[in-house]
Each structure stands twice: as structure tokens, then as C-alpha cells.
């Protein structure tokens, strides 16, 4: 019965050997419960989604087991890849507008884990066995539910890596074969893309503790117009660190009308987010910050672009004082090479699905 905590994964280096490899998906984790007639979708963190994918309740009635708890991911496919901004737009209040978006952009449920079938309790029962009765639960189903590919092969798995990050994927996921299903417990392994990248110190926000101490700082890369676009920060510092840096900042603390991000002091949330800024989760936010002349340059870690913004808070790796800011720019970014996502599931970047 939901709510169910979805059993996690951690951080590590390389693949490792002696596991079951899937592609890492890059959506709305989710756990669906289906018994007869009634549908559920929880989040990560147990939450209902429902009433945001009104098309996943449809299809899981006509294409799922009458009654089955699945573990997976919840993707809206492109032509050009995954596309997880269309699924952002998903989580909207309105139920007009997210019943519009079903038939614009419908969502698509990648499942990689059986909990449960019929009066089964598969969670006691190690990964090999719950793969076994997923593939076979599942068997013809589609075209909006699909089973994750997989594999024992470390070289297979290691293709994937490099090859399916061009269809918008995340990376590799390790599972124990003899692993149970823990809820909430940590026993898997997910092996990401690492890269850097210089950045503009374009600015940055007050940490919450007080008005001496940073807490993020905006990054900026150049375009090929010339124009400093905003990609994202990094706020990872020790506390003693985050005093020093606003000192070290304050001589280039500067006005919104010298500074590139002059549209920040626009009050319309709506400008600021169509050039760059702004929440993305939570339009009421507060976002302001203290702009600061873009003079200095970071080297950041970050594991892939969304758009043309880091998908997750980048990491401070070190300061760059050998760098000229203008050099900054989208060109020295990694560009995975395109990879179709019919080629990992068949008929997921169908667009008349």
C-alpha cells in the first residue's frame, strides 16, 4: 500500500563488477501502484503525482497487470532525447493546463523494479528474480510502459555510458544481484558523468545564516553572441570559507546597470526566468542577489548540461586567476554525440506514440 520509499543508490567512481547494468534515467523517479481500477504514482520522497500525469493512470489500466506495485522513472521523450523541462512543466496546479500538456507532451514510465504482483511479495526476493518477473509481468506491454534494458556485461554497461548520454540519459546504474529490496537504504550504485568547466563569478547570494557570508555564487558562460548567459552555481563552502569569500568579493560588488544580468532587477518573474534566472521548481522564490562584475573565473565540476544550463548545482573545484573571463564560453563544453532513444527502447521516441 503507498506510500513505499523507493530504494536508493550512491555516488561511485567506475562501474563496478559482478552487478546488473541499466541505463540511469533522467525523469521523476516514481513508485505506481496499480489494483484493479485504482492508480497511484508516488515521488522519491512519497508524495502523490497523480493528478499531474492523468495519461500514465489511462495507459496502466489497459497495459499493466491488474494488480502490481513498479518501481521506475517517469520520462517525456523527444526527438532529440529525454526531455526533462517538458516534465517540469508537468507539476502545474491547474488541471486544464496539465490535461493539455498530457496530449501535447505525454510521459512515458521506464520501470526497472517489481515489488509486487497479484499477492506476491517480491521486495524478500533478490534483484535476479524481481528482473525475471518484471521482463515477464510486462511482457508485450507499451506503447507508454516499457521495461529498462539491462545487462551482466561491464563492457555492454560501459557502452552505454558513453553512448547514451546523447539521448539526454544520466549515466549507469548498478544493482547487487543478490539484493533484496530495501526501501529508503542505499544499496545500489550509480556511476555519472564528471566533467569541468571555467566560469564567470558573475554574482551571488547571502548566505541564510547572515548578511557576511555567501552563500551561492552565479556562474556565467559566454555566448556566441557575445552575451553572458546564466548557467547555474555552486554553494558548497565551509562556513569559515563563506566569510572570507564575501570579503574577498565586496571590491567587485557593482550595480544591476553596468552589470550583464541587468534584466535580475526586473520585477516581472517571468522576464527573469526567460533570460536565465529564476526557480525553475518554485516560481515564488526569492532569487535576488548582489551582482558582482564579471572579473573573476572558477573551474566548476558538473555532470551534464540541461539545455543550456547545468542540470544540477556544479561543484567549486578551483580558482582560476590565469583565465581571462571573455574566454569563458559554451565552446568548451563536452557535446555527447546524439544517440536515438528508439535505439534503447524501442518505440519511446516514437512521436506518434
Known sequence: MPPVSPMLSKSVGQIPSGASYEPKWDGFRSILFRDRAEVELGSRNERPMTRYFPELVEAALTELP???????????????????EALQLRLHPAASRVRMLAGQTPAAFIAFDLLALDDIDYTTRPFVE?????????????????????????ATAQRWFDEFEGAGLDGVIAKPLDGRYLPDKRTMFKIKHQRTADCVVAGYRLHKSGPDAIGSLLLGLYDGDGALASVGVIGAFPMARRRELFTEL????????????????????????????????NAGKDLSF?????DRVVEVRYDHMEGQRFRHTAQFNRWRPDRDPRSCTYDQLDRPVTFRLDDIVPGLGDPDR
Open 130 to 154: 524481481r528482473r525475471a518477473a518484471l521482463v515477464d509481468a510486462l511482457a508485450g506491454c507499451g506503447p507508454t510502459f516499457h521495461v529498462t534494458p539491462a545487462t551482466t556485461d561491464v
Open 66 to 84: 491488474s494488480r502490481c506495485v513498479l518501481d521506475g522513472e517517469i520520462v517525456i521523450a523527444s526527438g532529440h532525447g529525454l526531455d526533462f
Open 250 to 281: 565586496q571590491p567587485l560588488v557593482t550595480g544591476f546597470d553596468e552589470h550583464p544580468w541587468n534584466w535580475a532587477a526586473h520585477t516581472d518573474p517571468d522576464v527573469v526566468r526567460r533570460y536565465g534566472g529564476g526557480s525553475r521548481w
Open 290 to 294: 548582489v551582482p558582482l562584475r564579471p
